[in-house]
């Protein structure tokens, strides 16, 4: 296959992100199409936004540019791969049916009907561009079947109900992973409304979300906070909010000592992942301990973002190759043979 069929696609969210109501040409077929897609994955899923999309988007855009789309891949020994994706972030599946499609391989992708619709709509515009990708891009919420290899997602969550029907498999399997940042108490107003948008956006749902500080011994934290106001708006989700509320009455009923700005609460634990309106905190006195820590939380960050980083510091994936888990997928199908 040519990869051009992406980078069309890299072009049609470019569109849809320019794409304005005023606009004196009218928009096209595919583009209301998919505006309309988006509208029933945001009533189903009830988890993003526009704004989480298009920040998807763009960010697809982006790394879409940046391919050869006169690249032709060739593969004698095509296989099926099952995929058990879960959408963290929106478009998050979309980073594996890349790699998946790229290598020269087919992909049948289960999604629950929540996230489904929105994965419809980019792979109609795909094959669309390309109309060989019909055979190879089945995305259904029915059972997998007819496959030589799984790439499963969130293993320790729904591994279990899976394991007995895939075992057989030649398998790719992923644990959860979030991100972790590391603070010295000098970073700038700027850095720590970048670190905002790393904690608060996609509401703290992707591998890349920083759900842990590490922070110096006495920080701070009425210095810090007053920078995270621009994310109130958190508390217009009904989602978030009511996990919030539900964290922060936990909180106060079992006297966990905490921070709390209004939209999210802050507590010393040594764990990594924390739940949604929630975020974690651990104290270091040196680097050595510092390093203690991350090493500690090594297999289970994609990110650890440091003052110097911070100003880069957003939920998606930086460029093309940025594998999730650092699982090189790749390497992973081109042992399929």
């Not at 009533?43 to 920040?55: G, P, V, W």
């Not at 990708?133 to 030589?148: E, P, Q």
């Not at 591998?207 to 922070?215: E, G, I, M, P, Y």
Request: overall charge negative; some cysteine; hydrophobic content about 35%.
């Amino acid at each position: 296959m040519k990869l051009s069929s992406f980078t069309a696609l890299g072009v049609f969210f470019n569109e849809v992100i320019n794409y304005s109501s005023d606009s004196v040409k009218a928009p096209s077929a595919e583009l209301i199409q998919f505006n309309e897609a988006i509208s029933s994955y945001i009533a189903k899923n009830r988890t993003f936004t526009t704004d989480d999309i298009s920040i998807a988007i763009s960010c697809w855009s982006n790394l879409l540019s940046s391919i050869n789309s006169n690249e032709t891949i060739e593969n004698k020994s095509p296989k099926t791969i099952a995929y058990i994706p879960s959408e963290r972030h929106p478009l998050r599946s979309l980073f594996d049916i890349f790699h998946i499609l790229a290598s020269g391989n087919s992909v049948k992708a289960f999604m629950k009907e929540g996230d489904k619709e929105l994965a419809d709509a980019v792979a109609a515009i795909l094959i669309k561009n390309d109309p060989e990708l019909a055979k190879r891009l089945i995305i259904t919420d029915s059972k997998l079947n007819d496959f030589d290899a799984v790439i499963f997602d969130e293993a320790s969550k729904d591994y279990s109900v899976w394991k007995p029907y895939l075992s057989k498999y030649p398998q790719l399997v992923r644990n959860r992973r979030t991100s972790i940042a590391v603070l010295t108490g000098t970073e700038s107003p700027n850095e720590l409304l970048q670190l905002g948008r790393a904690i608060y956006q996609f509401q703290g749902n992707s591998d890349f979300n920083v759900k842990k500080l590490l922070v110096p011994k006495g920080y701070t934290w009425p210095d810090y906070f007053p920078h995270l106001e621009h994310f109130n708006y958190l508390m217009q989700h009904t989602k978030y909010a009511n996990a919030f509320e539900y964290r922060r009455s936990v909180f106060l009923l079992n006297k966990t000592e905490h921070w709390d700005n209004g939209f999210s609460l802050y507590t010393q634990n040594e764990e990594q992942d924390a739940p949604m309106g929630v975020v974690y905190y651990q104290e270091y006195n040196n680097e050595k301990e510092l390093n203690t820590i991350l090493a500690k939380h090594k297999q289970t960050t994609q990110r650890i973002f440091r003052t110097d980083d911070l100003a880069k510091a957003l939920p998606y994936h930086r460029n093309i190759n940025e594998f999730i888990n650092h699982q090189d997928l790749n390497e992973f199908l081109l042992k399929l043979g």
